[in-house]
Structures are given as C-alpha cells and as structure tokens.
C-alpha cells in the first residue's frame, strides 16, 4: 500500500532530507534539478556611533576627492558579518555562500564652520563605488540635516563595504549620528 505524504500526520511526519547534518539557523534551497544544500537565510551588519548632536562623535576634514568614513562603530547586531577597523572602518562579509543585499546609510550631520558646502555620500564594495548609491546634501554651519544613502549588491566571501565622502570645497563635517545597515539574503 503506498502512502501519500499530505497523509501522514503526528509522530509519522519526518525531517526535510539532510537535517541531520544541517548548521543551525540554515534553510534548504533547491537547485532546480531535483537536489540541493543548506544555505543561511540570512547574514545582517548593523553599526552605527551613539547619538550626540551637542558634541559629535565623529567629526572629519572633508576635500573635493572622496575620503573614507572612518567612524568607531558600535555594533547592534552582526551575523556572518566582521566589522573592521583595519586599514578603516569597513563591514566585511565573512559568510560562505553568495547574498543580494541592501545597504542602508542614515545620518545626521552639518558642517563646523564656513560659508554653504555640498557634501556628497557613496557606498563602496571593495573600493569601488556602486553605481546608484551617490547622494547628496547642502550643510550648514551649526544646522542639523539628514540624509539617506541606499545601494544594492551581490556579496562573496571577504567583500567589504565603505562609505565615502566628499565637499564642493574643504570643509569639517560633523555627525551627530550615522547608521550603517548591510542585510543580505540567499
């Protein structure tokens, strides 16, 4: 007598092929050709400096060529994720398999002194700039504004994310906060 498996019902029902030598936290992904592996859902970085908008954190000289964000991040959560401060501040992705994430930069900051300048914000995959990620905004002295920056990429093995800035002319930006989130899936 066969039996249906939409039958099988209670302590009958069994585990997915493979369970047993599954890493915890991991799902089946099928290749399409009537096998396939366990792979991580999913890998998250997110960093970000506290909040001081009365005294920033994070100050830098800005020029008209980009210069990295370097930051002492803090961490709220890191999964499959390394955050770097070495050569600077960067995230690196430390997962095996290959993820499509999204990159979301959020921050406050204005400029310490001086006349108008543009600032403008990149997101970087091992130094090269992804493509759509550009932004821009006007700082002020002493006037708080926010900008987000967004981007998306495929992520291997000890790729890596930075964040760079430049002004229309020099100038010291100020950060009262920045954020800093890397989410990837299969």
Known sequence: MTV????????????P????????????????SGSGVWRALNAVAHV???FNASSPSYTQANTTSDIILDPTWSTAI????TVQTTP??????DGTDTKNVNITLAMA??????SDKDVEFAL?????????????RTTTTSDWGNITVLGSTTMNTNDYIEVKSKTSAAATIQYASLSLRVLGVI
């Open 124 to 136: 970087f995959k091992n130094g090269v700039e992804l493509e759509g990620s550009r932004s821009i």
């Open 48 to 50: 970000y400096i506290p």
């Open 88 to 93: 600077n501040a960067r995230i690196r992705y």
């Open 17 to 32: 092929k493979g369970v047993a030598a599954a890493s915890n936290k991991t799902v089946y992904v099928a290749n399409g």
């Open 4 to 15: 249906q498996h939409n039958l099988i019902t209670g302590s009958d029902l069994h585990e």
């Open 109 to 114: 900051c204005n400029q310490a002194s001086g």
């Open 78 to 81: 890191v999964s499959d994720f």
